[in-house]
């Protein structure tokens, strides 16, 4: 067995100082600043071991020698919960038990980094304030046991909001694994627990070692990030696509996503030097260039897009407020949706975290994510199931890239437009479906109970749209793709010089901001050989495109193998 001290990448006590102290003016971007956060010390419980004073026999008799390390904690304490945190908190034992799945509020990921938070009550009318070691063993399915340490200065019961009264323990990715079990138990540390009554066993949670509850689950997403090469009106600017901003958007995505990994790269610049990315109707207009170039690359339709710009810093205005970023639409889990797998926004606006946090949320809109309400912020179509009051996160929370905690009464979820943000464990939940969903497909042992492979829907070929009703533009190419649900009041006729071929439905997909959406139709049998234009029959004007001015990403045999 080895013994270890609390890890995490770096020693652990980085998290107290990265959780913030009351007393400092100025504690950490994204730290812990509740009311209730008073521990004036604030490396307070993130020691190692040592003494903090002569110790004494079992006799109460001062020895000088180090106190014994096995002897049980004593004076009435217990551990009153444990979370597992690996973005969000998740129980994993209350109240001297287990937590079993049915108390589980988010699942926990394989392969991840993630903090275990040991919460612990105290007997006031007879505890002593003194040093507490806490030990985690970790037991591996191929049974190994990793021991982590951690003393800390236990004066009253734990808060949520006070990082300096409990125990924080940093468990590597690679002992999360699919059957890794947990036990906690308490010992003294130091002096003043002498005369105190003896306990025949140490403070244990879970009497015996339990599961964690590691899924198996395979969670990858694949990221293209594309820079704008931008030459405006008043402003050039080349988005600096080196490794190290490559490596601020990972993370951030990465932390607030349930992944084990995440494969994000950048493509090379793409040239913008016939738009105002100032104003609105330009913006609108680039998010359909995006739409197009990803559908150029013929890409794994679970492949997500991001055209990052930066026109200097300028507000790009609409109703008063500043477009950060966009999405051409909140995309259902099938392949048939690829062409919404894409998004844009700027990188710069006041600071560069409006870029990294600006690309969580439009991604998450790809990902099938609505907006969520907070005070003060009015975002269109909020989710109106979302469970905390304020758009509040619900839980805290945990970056195992960053090592800051975030509060879970004043962070935000992602989705808002309220700051500073962070993920919850429902939206945790929610991209945990559609990330399994879309990594499944990469899967080629997947298999149905019958041993056979899952058949999965092939994409068709089919026209896209990006239409802006507000400044009257559309947008049209062809790609592989589908339709689920055809919208009424809305259809297409390709046509043959003046004949119609074929009036088709299609379906309608409102962006995440602004009035426009995406269409998408079938394409005909014969497209590729007869169809000379197309007319688009909106509810409130009428489109209309020729072959020329709509390129093909679609491999012309598409049309006959899906039909």
């Not at 089919?462 to 947008?475: C, E, K, M, N, T």
Request: hydrophobic share 35%.
């Amino acid at each position: 067995m080895s013994k270890l001290t609390s890890l995490l990448f770096l020693p652990i006590a980085a998290l107290a100082v990265a959780c913030g102290n009351p007393a400092d003016p100025t504690p950490e971007a994204g730290s812990d600043t509740d009311e209730d956060a008073t521990d004036s010390d604030p490396s307070a419980g993130t020691s190692t071991g040592g003494d903090s004073g002569e110790d004494s026999d079992e006799t109460g008799a001062t020895t000088g020698e180090p106190a014994d390390p096995d002897v049980p904690a004593r004076g009435g304490i217990m551990v009153s919960l444990v979370e597992a945190n690996p973005g969000v908190a998740v129980p994993i034992g209350a109240n001297g038990a287990w937590v079993g799945p049915e108390g589980r509020n988010a699942p926990l990921v394989k392969g991840r980094n993630t903090v275990v938070r040991v919460y612990v009550d105290v007997d006031e009318s007879t505890w002593i304030p003194r040093d507490i070691e806490a030990r985690l063993s970790i037991h591996l399915p191929d049974g190994t046991v990793e021991v982590l340490d951690e003393v800390t200065t236990i004066s009253t019961d734990s808060s949520t909001s006070s990082m300096q009264s409990g125990f924080l323990f940093g468990v590597l990715g690679e002992w999360m694994v699919p059957g890794v079990r947990y036990q906690i138990e308490l010992f003294e540390a130091g002096t003043g627990w002498e005369g105190l009554p003896p306990v025949e066993q140490a403070p244990v949670i879970p009497p015996q070692p339990e599961y964690i509850g590691v899924e198996a689950t395979e969670l990858a997403m694949k990221v293209v990030l594309v820079p704008v090469s931008y030459s405006g009106p008043s402003c050039t600017r080349d988005v600096d696509a080196s490794e190290e901003t490559l490596q601020r958007y990972a993370d951030a995505m990465y932390q607030q996503n349930p992944l084990e990994t995440l494969d994000i790269r950048w493509d090379p610049p793409y040239v913008v030097d016939d738009l105002d990315l100032r104003d609105g109707g330009d913006f609108f207009a680039l998010l359909g260039r995006a739409q197009a170039y990803r559908a150029s690359q013929a890409p794994d339709p679970n492949t997500y897009y991001y055209l990052l710009f930066d026109n200097c810093g300028a507000c790009v205005s609409e109703s008063g407020g500043c477009l950060l970023g966009v999405a051409g639409g909140i995309p259902n889990d099938s392949q048939g949706a690829a062409p919404m797998r894409v998004a844009i926004g700027t990188q710069y606006l006041g600071n560069d975290e409006v870029g990294v946090d600006t690309f969580v949320h439009e991604l998450g809109h790809t990902q099938g994510r609505q907006h969520v309400a907070c005070p003060g912020a009015a975002a269109a179509g909020p989710d109106v199931t979302y469970p905390y009051e304020g758009g509040t996160i619900g839980v805290w929370g945990f970056g195992v890239r960053d090592f800051q905690i975030r509060s879970a009464s004043s962070h935000t979820d992602y989705m808002s437009y309220c700051s500073p943000t962070w993920v919850s464990d429902w939206q945790w939940n929610a991209t945990y479906d559609r990330i399994r969903t879309l990594t499944s497909w990469d899967m080629a042992d997947a298999s149905g109970s019958d041993g056979q492979p899952i058949p999965q829907p092939v994409p068709q070929p089919i026209l896209v749209g990006s239409v802006d009703p507000a400044s009257g533009r559309a947008q049209w190419w062809t790609e592989r793709g589908g339709i689920t649900a055809p919208t009424e009041g809305h259809a297409l006729r390709f046509l043959a010089g003046d004949t119609v071929l074929e009036v088709g439905d299609v379906q309608i997909d409102a962006w995440s901001e602004g009035s426009g959406y995406t269409v998408r139709a079938p394409l005909p049998a014969g497209y590729d050989d007869e169809v000379t234009a197309i007319e688009y029959l909106a509810p409130e004007r009428a489109y209309t495109a020729s072959r020329s001015q709509m390129p093909s990403y679609h491999r012309p045999d598409d049309l006959v193998t899906n039909q």
